[in-house]
């Protein structure tokens, strides 16, 4: 298998900690330049056609796209340790969680960062500061309600490691580098002391 990444982009990296997690080490990486425009390369818009990262190339030639496709697909195919739920109720409330996490903390994150970093023009032609701005702000009402979650629990989506905390890891991450984002600092001690403990992980450092 060949998975398709972009070093220090969020969702690639979703993938790759999930990877690691599940001691995935023989899916070959092929790193695709964003900033040289590789993802718009007619080669790969035959894998993507929308130019993005990650894809996840299948043994008999499929293509397998969207973060959380890959992760599910992943999770049957090396079904240990179990990050996505053990039956139907389990499954149901930690996928919540994690939509909740990408929709609300990811996503705000990343229109933030891309709407108003100076490094990120070449990717989000035309930006919208105001939007990027206003999107910072809702990110971290999101984070609040997320450092109120962890005041109770000692994981994103309750009493174990599932990808929900995957997912508020590498949002959590993304926006400590670009947009110096840090929950401690605003008053977010629950958060902040939840990251660094997931920043422990090994999976945390691996090389995407």
């Keep these: 298998m060949k998975f398709y990444t972009s070093p220090r982009t969020p ?10 997690e599940k001691g995935l080490t023989d899916i070959e990486l092929v790193s695709i330049d964003l ?3 590789a993802h718009r390369s007619a080669e790969y818009l035959e894998k993507n056609p929308f130019g993005r990262v990650p894809a996840l190339e299948l043994d008999d030639g499929r293509i397998l796209c969207e973060t959380r496709a890959i992760c599910t697909w992943l999770e049957g195919y090396a079904p ?3 990050l996505m739920g053990d039956g139907f109720d389990e499954r149901a409330f930690i996928e919540m969680t994690d939509r ?3 929709l609300h903390l990811f996503m ?3 229109n933030c960062v891309r709407h108003t970093h100076p490094g990120l023009a070449m990717l989000e032609q ?3 500061a105001d939007f990027g701005a206003s999107q910072g702000e809702k990110m971290r009402e999101t984070a609040r309600w997320l450092d109120g979650v962890l005041a109770k629990q000692p994981f994103v989506a309750g009493q174990r490691f599932t990808i929900a905390d995957i997912t508020a890891f590498c949002a959590l991450e993304f926006g400590r580098g670009l947009m110096k984002f840090r929950p401690g600092a605003e008053g977010m001690a629950h958060l ?3 990251r660094d403990r997931i920043a422990e992980r090994s999976s945390a450092s691996v090389v995407y």
């Design 35 to 37: 900033v040289g425009g």
């Design 11 to 20: 969702n690639p990296r979703r993938v790759a900690m999930f990877m690691a």
């Design 80 to 82: 240990e340790p179990n």
């Design 108 to 110: 705000g994150i990343a």
């Design 100 to 102: 909740r996490v990408e």
């Design 192 to 194: 902040q002391a939840w």
């Design 126 to 128: 035309p930006q919208f």
